[in-house]
């Protein structure tokens, strides 16, 4: 009888000092490792770049006795600036861009194009353009553009008779952006351009001729934002 008290004290005694270990497990609290999400880029604010690519596209030579097809063709580069606005997933923007431009072809045929044919040669082309892009990629930004085009339409007849006008028009066409960091971003875009009817005088073409000018252009840019 007496190892009874004895044995329940122990008892006790092992309870008593395991007690405090079971609470302090009991009272650990789970830790959550946190996780960190970047925030979306921001498309908002000025940009200037660079831009460069290559241009086709028809110039028709018509009027009286003076027909002719040719193919203006060859390189563009030159800068762009412009400004964007993000609301939401949507960008709304501005841009302008200059450039020298290479395009240029020859074609023979009837009248103030026969023999040795006429040229018609594009050596600066610019643009002023709206954007309206889609952010909701994050950093890559499709988008439609459209705008008015400009630039000078040099006409040259078979006589070697050459004259240069300023050509007003109108460009649409779409491109995709990426922003590569935080300032910088690269881009790929496509425009069709129309500068409009061109008219060869009867001093330089023998008859009153009129010559189109469209363009396919294909541009890679690089811009900066500020």
Known sequence: MKRLPMTISIGLFVAAMAAPVLAADLSRPAYKTPV???????????????????????????????????????????????????????????EGDIDYSWMKGSAVGTGACAGIGCETRNSWFGTARARVGYAGWDRWLPYFTGGAAFGNVKTTSAAAVSEDKTRIGWTVGA?????????????????????GKSDCSVAACGTATEVSFKANIVRVGLNYRF
């Open 36 to 94: 960190y999400s970047m925030p979306g880029y921001n498309w908002t604010g000025f940009y200037a770049g660079i831009n460069g690519g290559y241009g086709f596209g028809k110039s028709d030579w018509t009027g009286t006795g003076a027909t002719a097809g040719t193919s203006p063709k060859g390189a563009l580069a030159g800068g762009t600036l412009g400004y964007n606005l993000q609301t939401g997933s949507m960008v709304w923007g501005l």
């Open 175 to 195: 491109g995709i952006e990426y922003a590569l960091m935080t300032n910088w971003s690269t881009k790929l875009e496509y425009l069709y351009a129309d500068l």
